[in-house]
DNA sequence: GTCTATAGGTGGATAGAC
DNA sequence: GTCTATCCACCTATAGAC
């Protein structure tokens, strides 16, 4: 993890950055997924990459400025997952499956949610992140409330209450369900609990493969 | 741990403590609920009891130990608060309902749960307090089991898979949902979760009060 | 039981050479 | 861009007087 000159990643959307503040981020977002944000610092970071701290303050002036990229980098690969799931499939049904599916890459690599980590250090964290925070939430919220009122109004999803509403309540549900399956170090905890949320909006248990 | 002379506190049931140490306890119990048990420091409880850290240190030798006492005390609280609902009713409903309420009196006092709040932190926290942590989830996931099983017996509610299973789902939506409420600042979005949670399995929506 | 004082370590962060 | 060296604030924890 040291490639000096060129750059090489294409990056064409959002900010760039270079190839070494791409690795930094990689490792402090592990870090964060696992440890918290407030359970790692520039030294662990520097250790795994074999640099110093004062390299990496170089890249992220302040844990703050690396914070507020963490937050930033994850948003936009998880805006483009959802795009990518739009893109694949109309069915409500499916794209829920596709959904869950994200959250369990993630607990399958042993992390909990980048999100869902930061929203219980919430009240330490800077303004910004804070902000940022709410923002992931909210972008999540609104791609579910949609697959939520199109699967209704399709025939294909069950549920009371509005499309918002069940919304919130799903999107807790995973982020819960990941946040106790990992005390356990249970991934089919979380995909059992995960299993349920869909049932209950009436997304049939899948049986076979469908490609 | 440490009672020398009398002790005032009258805590029939398990440990002993003075009444100093259960104030301290209640200041980091405060501290680890809003901010996670690696964002406060002995000089945090120090300040609010208008103490030295060195007094803090008599009474809880380690954070290890401060933080073994906080988990076995809420736990404690909260098995009794259980035994109270089970003493009060026999309706499965009305038990969920109060211990969904457990819940909302945490999330009023702008907090999250205790052990929630830990298990994110959980890579950080001492090996003592992990098994501790996962022993608080287990008596949860025991009393909702029962609860839903007899539920389902009385034809009360309705759920597909094991009790254990939904137990383990209610359990981590409830802890989801105030883990999210809380970066909004919002208990009606953890209320609103919640009366879905029970919604799903069939209890009615309390239309008016019975007593 | 509480205090002062302090040890020993780690946190984030900066200066300046290379 | 990365390094060495260093700063200072803060952390957990202990010694010993009162």
Not at 112 to 135: F, H, I, K, N, W
């Amino acid at each position: 993890m040291r490639l000096p000159s060129q750059t090489t990643v294409p990056a064409r959307s959002g900010t760039q950055r270079s190839a070494i503040a791409e690795g930094i981020l990689d490792a402090a977002e592990r870090l964060a997924q696992t440890r918290g944000f407030n359970g790692f610092s520039y030294a662990d970071i520097a250790a795994q990459l074999s640099v110093t701290k004062a390299s990496l303050h170089y890249h992220f002036p302040s844990k703050a400025d690396l914070g507020h990229a963490l937050i930033e980098r994850y948003s936009r690969v998880f805006a483009q997952a959802l795009a990518a799931i739009d893109a694949h499939t109309e069915d409500a049904g499916e794209k829920l499956k596709r959904y869950v599916r994200l959250y369990d890459d993630v607990m399958s690599s042993e992390r909990m949610c980048l999100c869902g980590m930061l929203a219980a250090e919430y009240a330490t964290l800077p303004v910004a992140m804070q902000d940022e925070l709410r923002s992931f939430f909210d972008a999540n919220e609104r791609w579910l409330t949609d697959v939520l009122e199109e699967g209704r109004r399709a025939g294909r999803l069950t549920f009371r209450e509005s499309a918002r509403k069940r919304a919130q309540a799903v999107l807790g549900a995973l982020e819960g369900a990941m946040l106790v399956a990992r005390a356990y170090g249970d991934v089919r905890r979380f995909r059992s609990t995960a299993a349920q949320v869909l049932a209950d909006l009436g997304v049939e248990r899948p049986r076979a493969a469908h490609a």
